[in-house]
């Protein structure tokens, strides 16, 4: 579950750098909202990683 949390926080700041580099180079907004889109599923899927360790403790 960890390493799972840690993929996807790095897939995170990835699509931070492709989001910043689509900002530079004046890229469709659509670029950039794709983004804002992956990072919310990412934070979401980090967010029941956790649920669940913090359940597999109890």
Do not use: V
């Not at 996807?8 to 180079?25: D, G, Q, T, W």
């Not at 990412?42 to 669940?52: G, N, T």
Request: charged share 30%; hydrophobic share 40%.
């Amino acid at each position: 579950m960890r390493a799972t949390i840690e993929q996807h926080k790095m897939s995170i700041e990835n699509i931070k750098m492709n989001m910043a580099r689509y900002r530079a180079s004046n890229a469709p907004r659509h670029y950039q909202d794709g983004g804002k889109q992956q990072i919310a599923h990412y934070r979401l899927l980090i967010a029941k990683c956790r649920a669940d360790i913090a359940r597999l403790r109890m």
